[in-house]
């Protein structure tokens, strides 16, 4: 897990494919933070400890492995913004485009207009 100062956002997600269809939306330097599945302990901990003073976005899946990780996440970094994707679309990485999108540009971020239909 490398961290990069640099960019003062993070968004933190789940997987590599989460990671690639986001990069292919943003049109921003963002620093994206895969967690593959659930973390431990001890490298939450680190985690945490090296983004928490820069601007944190959680995007996870929505089912019971996304859920169990946005809590321990919660835990870790009270001060994070949540974002969500609908039930029905359950991964981050199969949900489409534009609904991501959609998502981030709620949340502030600068998005690659190709990305908006």
């Known amino acids: 897990m490398i961290m990069d100062d640099s960019m003062h956002k993070v968004i933190i997600v789940e997987g590599k494919s989460d990671?690639?269809?986001?990069?292919?939306i943003?049109?921003?330097p963002v620093?994206?933070?895969?967690?593959?599945?659930?973390?431990?302990?001890?490298?939450?901990?680190?985690?945490?400890?090296?983004i928490e003073h820069r601007d944190v976005y959680i995007l996870v899946d929505a089912d019971d492995a996304g859920a169990k990780l946005r809590k321990q996440l919660k835990r870790e970094l009270p001060n994070a913004e949540h974002l969500y994707i609908h039930k029905m679309?359950?991964?981050v990485a199969?949900?489409?485009?534009?609904?991501?999108?959609?998502v981030l540009l709620g949340a502030r971020f600068n998005?690659?207009?190709n990305c908006l239909g």
């Open 31 to 50: 620093e994206i933070i895969c967690t593959n599945g659930t973390l431990g302990r001890h490298k939450l901990e680190e985690m945490a400890a090296a």
């Open 94 to 102: 199969t949900t489409p485009l534009m609904y991501l999108a959609k």
């Open 89 to 91: 679309y359950r991964e």
């Open 19 to 24: 990671k690639e269809k986001l990069f292919s």
């Open 111 to 113: 998005i690659n207009k």
């Open 26 to 28: 943003l049109d921003e």
